[in-house]
């Protein structure tokens, strides 16, 4: 794999069922997401990403590159669940529809202007897609606290990347027990401390430059459709209490905020079967119960997905 790969996309499930695309964290790939996939793909299509080693690329950037790999899979329509910095990929992406050169509008799939996404240099070429759902997952709008991403931002600069990467090493035999209920993810850590290359440690850190410009406040206050912000309970890295005061203050759309008890940041990774529970049922939300689909899929996790699927969400926020 060379260092200078471009965005990467893969697809999970029935093109049928409805399509869950999952925008990955500061770490800029799909290694920590393994078992929370697992469980999803039973009941949705579901698409996830890795991110290039850039060092340039702007959120803007990120949110074509989503869109014109999105548009040559011929999908137009989904739910969007942006894990901490992919939070910021997220606003980025609707950004683009509300400045009308994406339909952001449910169910809305009319051509806009043209027939293809275009190359990352070609800003006036739109194609339709849908965003139904955002779902903000360890994520946010404008980070709450920014003199710690100020600090962070510094410490990676001076921190030698031989430091940082022995780091990653020892969390990865942390690792090994903390997702010791999410086989799918602990199988992955290896790839994930073989990611983390010299150029890897360098976009990382341009990632966090990114959060520390990203200032999606006029956009929220325009979202009426369903927001909702799923967050680990010890998560010391995005204090969900001013996120969630936030989104009910600034963003119209906002419905609902889990937290999940026995999660951390990685709150996907950490507790992937109590996240599946929470998200599936945000996508149905609105569906009868009674004989509905969320009956048949409790039905289908008690039988496929083993024991684990039935522990609680954790308590509402």
Known sequence: MMETESLQIRIHGDPSLPTLIYLPGIQGDW????????????????VEFTYPRTLDWSLDDYARAVLAALQAK??????????????????????????????????DNEQLA????????????AFPFS?????????????????????SRLVWRLTPASVVRAFFKGYAVFARWRHRHAPETAGAIQEFVARRTPLDLAAMGHRLKLIRENEPVALARQMTFPVYQLAGFWDPIVFSPPVKRWLQADCPGYRATQIISGADHNV??????????????????????????????????????????????????
């Open 74 to 107: 011929g999908i137009g329509e989904g739910v969007i669940i942006g894990e901490s910095f992919g939070s910021q990929v997220a606003w980025a992406l609707l950004t683009l529809c509300a400045e009308g050169r994406h339909s952001c509008r449910p169910g």
């Open 114 to 125: 043209g027939d293809s996404a275009g190359s990352l240099g070609d800003r006036n070429v």
């Open 268 to 317: 996907l990774g950490t507790a992937p079967d109590a996240a599946a529970k929470q998200v599936l049922a945000w996508l149905y939300q609105g569906l009868p119960t009674s004989g509905g689909r969320l009956d048949r899929l409790e039905t289908d996790d008690r039988q496929n997905a083993g024991p684990n699927l039935s522990a609680r969400p954790g308590d509402r926020a």
């Open 31 to 46: 290694t920590l997401v393994s078992s929370f996939r697992e469980r999803m793909k039973p009941h949705v299509r579901f």
């Open 131 to 151: 965003v139904t759902t955002l779902i903000l997952a360890g994520g946010f709008a404008r980070y709450p606290c920014m003199p710690l991403v100020d600090f």
